[in-house]
């Protein structure tokens, strides 16, 4: 097939150059939830095995601009995922001192969770969900990201897409929190009041 070569503008001089917007147009609490998922038919999710290292992993991370990947078992199938929360926080601390390992050799399998820890959104109803809903069920659970899970034709789950607060609040143009967490027995019992 022969294909049409695209116009060209000729010496096009003094240009400026666009700069990113801040938050999407048209993005709000009230769109539809699939305008800020990371959906894993568009866009390659990012992957890692549960034996590669956790230093690995950051370095994946920091370069991919993420901070969650895919653990993938030898089959491709999710083992769990791990977070920069995982690999930055106490976890790694409590694998050193009870394994007696150097930081260096912990694994990702050491500090990730794992596939049936986890919880997801279905797809279904992610297709008629409100960014809001997602906000809120973040916030609810106290977490930074959530997978959505669809069945395939064949009847197995996949995982579809992914939902990052982070990510969300760039595309609202606005600043999301995870609630503060209860220290004392008595703030929990004023939060469950």
């Known amino acids: 097939m022969n294909y049409a070569a695209l116009p060209v503008l000729p010496k096009i001089g003094t240009t400026r150059v666009c700069r990113p917007e801040q938050g999407q147009p048209g993005v709000a609490l009230d769109s539809p939830a699939m305008l800020v998922m990371t959906d894993l038919k568009r866009v390659a ?3 890692i095995s549960p034996q590669d290292t956790m230093d690995r992993a950051h370095a994946f991370m920091m370069q991919r601009g993420v901070r ?3 653990a993938l078992d030898d089959r491709q199938n999710l083992a769990g995922i791990v977070t920069t929360n995982d690999i930055l926080g106490e976890k790694p601390v409590a694998v050193v001192q009870e394994r007696r390992i150097r930081h260096d050799e912990i694994l990702v399998a050491d500090v990730m969770t794992p596939a049936e820890r986890l919880d997801a959104f279905d797809m279904h109803a992610v297709q008629s969900a409100q960014v809001g809903q997602v906000v809120a069920s973040l916030q609810q659970a106290r977490r930074h990201h959530a997978i959505v899970v669809q069945t395939s034709a064949d009847g197995t789950r996949e995982v579809r897409g992914i939902f990052s607060l982070s ?3 760039r595309q609202l143009g606005m ?4 609630p503060a967490e209860a220290k004392s027995f008595a703030e929990i019992e004023a939060a469950l009041a």
């Open 45 to 47: 999710a990012a992957v």
């Open 175 to 178: 600043a999301l929190q995870l």
């Open 167 to 169: 990510q969300i609040a």
């Open 68 to 70: 969650m990947l895919l």
